[in-house]
């Protein structure tokens, strides 16, 4: 029996790990120091009321035999599908029911969905990235390609027509660099799809927190986007979900490939290898939805969008260059005096009793930066904004 | 941009589509017929009491900040794999919480396990069988070779030496035909793994249908089966979590292929391609093997139990050749008149208003023969074996 050798590909990953060693290691020989985290990229406020009641009722239903729920159907139940859908029409998109699939989160999504295609596809990856694009595609073998994410470009790469891709990887508003793209910019990656008959996978994970009404929050807000685009959500930031594991994809009837129906596909895919998502979480977030659910929501996500914007004007004050805190939980800033990005981890630990995340552990364009979260407690992150004001 | 070609080797599944557009047919033109679905593999009771309990105090605590969860472990939490190895360690197996992974479901895992393994390497499948065991092979394009599972052998096929193979399934006990391996001839399939250097994956999703003490409810109970199998496990059967979407994997450390440890390989695909089972869920997961669960669930199994022996005493006493009935939820049960599998659906339907699966749905070897579900009602239970008695 051979295995996957393409395993012995794979870089092994110690950013957390390495980050988790260093902070226990400073914590141990500083005992009295007050250590804020703001590496992780997990949300700390609780789950909103209109979702826990809406599981409450869940629970009780599969506790009686008239009510009990067991397989559900593949592609999730019409009561959500069909709360997407709202969603997606109250914002002036017309998606089909039967265009959304529901899944355990996006982090499943965009590695499974690379199962219905060739392994022959080159993959095109910005950089600085979210690893989990980048080690899906060396287990399955393809051949991928970086396009640079800087300084320069405002860490919004813009399609090089020299550049030949299948698979093309946008996340916007971006993990880890916070950078959202405008309307024209996405406008320029869609007709760069269809002229290459590329598919675009679009992670929307953190559309919920664009406030500029300015900016797309889905891909499909884009001529032809339908044609070429898969759109990945998750419910993991926009309503905490993040140990409940709820997303979806939204996959065209209009995105056909060598024929194929790509839809049909996914399905295929969905209904063999998968049994779909638990009936307490759908329940739970179908009320995500609900007008109540949709305050609560906002509520949160202004929370961490206040903290970001309060992380924001520190960094901004001090005149460090960064993006994101705005439109996105995160904040991207230069590493101070051009040290790397570990020196300066090492630096703000020191000096703050910061925790943050090393931007090279997300690519060498994230050499000399550094991802900050505002998903923290709010008195933590006033805190922290203090202490790097003195910095 | 290509697709994965071997999708276009897939047989479209007609079958359970089929099913239920005969049984939609026939209600439309006997309005009156009371028809019972023994043909499901669904389970009809509510979750037990110690499952609802611990999921509504896990919903609430998810309610609050000071105890709400976000990402959990990607292995699962510490309690679930405790509770899970205790569930070992008292029938005599010991396994360390390290060796065992929790996931959404076992459907899930037979898929995604395969993400591990060479593509180069040769499947053994038993015909019949469960399609998805198949139809995830086709998809990675590994050659298959089928075993031949029938009335011969008991629908119990043993390792044929001349066939060289390097992934085997086993089902015990099996679906669709609940048979089940003692430990006689789980070790020939050991010891045949262990020379052909191969890998089991040993699905052992009704292994709590067990009754007979001589009969082995792990793979791990075979001397040798820890350098050879991985055993697939799930809450879905064993505690009605059909619905609510929970399994686990056990992949043990002595586990070596090709220089590499399964286990860690494992771990790197789940770390990467997946991000943990819902916290509520695991609460409700861990709840099944506390004392008051092991008992709750006992008395739902004995029921589906007790609905098979009373099926498989109707089909015994006609002088039908069966296996299953005892050990399993299953009845594999001869076609009468040498009727195929679907003239058999037909008649059975027409004459008792009752529908099955017919046992061609599963493989070639399944012609001929038919599959009848203990998952149902005791009323309808009891109604269906009256008829069939006077068929």
Not at 189 to 197: F, H, L, P, R
Not at 247 to 274: C, H
């Amino acid at each position: 029996m051979k295995i996957n050798s393409n395993y012995f590909n794979l870089k092994e990953s110690y950013l957390f790990a390495n980050i988790a060693k260093k902070t226990t290691e400073f914590s141990k020989s500083h005992p009295d120091a007050d250590i804020i985290k703001l590496g992780i990229g997990d949300v700390t406020l609780p789950l909103c009321s209109a979702v826990i009641n809406a599981m409450q009722n869940a629970v009780l239903e599969m506790s009686q035999k008239d009510t009990f729920k067991g397989y559900g159907p593949y592609q999730g139940y019409d009561f959500l599908r069909d709360s997407i859908k709202k969603y997606y029409n109250d914002r002036k998109i017309e998606i089909d029911a039967d265009e959304i699939f529901v899944s355990d989160g996006s982090k499943s999504d965009v590695a499974n969905i690379l199962d219905i295609f060739s392994k022959e596809n080159t993959v095109l990856i910005p950089d600085p990235v979210y690893p989990v694009y980048v080690d899906t595609n060396v287990m399955d073998g393809r051949k991928i390609q970086y396009i640079n994410a800087n300084k320069d470009n405002g860490f919004l790469p813009l399609p090089d027509e020299n550049i030949k891709a299948d698979i093309i990887y946008l996340c916007s508003p971006n993990n880890p660099t916070g950078a959202v793209y405008n309307h024209e910019q996405l406008k320029k990656w869609v007709d760069y799809a269809i002229e290459n008959k590329a598919v675009i996978l679009f992670d929307a994970a953190y559309e919920a927190f664009i406030e500029d009404k300015s900016l797309p929050r889905s891909i499909f807000e884009i001529k032809g986007a339908k044609k070429c685009a898969i759109e990945l959500c998750s419910f993991s930031k926009t309503a905490g979900f993040t140990g409940v594991r709820c997303g979806y994809t939204v996959v065209p009837m209009d995105l056909e490939f060598d024929g194929a129906s790509i839809n049909k596909l996914w399905f295929r895919r969905q209904s063999t290898k998968f049994n779909g998502v638990s009936y307490i979480v759908q329940k739970g977030a179908s009320a995500v939805f609900s007008k109540e659910g949709i305050t609560q929501i906002t509520e949160n996500i202004n929370y961490y969008k206040d903290n970001a914007k309060l992380i924001a004007k520190a960094v901004k004050d001090k005149g460090i260059y960064f993006t994101g805190g705005e439109n996105s939980p995160y904040i991207w800033m230069k590493c101070q005096d051009k040290m790397t990005s570990w020196d300066f981890f090492d630096y703000l630990l020191e000096k703050t009793h910061i925790v943050g995340t090393p931007g090279s552990g997300f690519g060498k364009n994230g050499e000399g930066f550094f991802r900050v979260t505002a998903f923290g407690d709010r008195d933590n992150t006033l805190k922290a904004v203090e202490r790097l004001k003195r910095l």
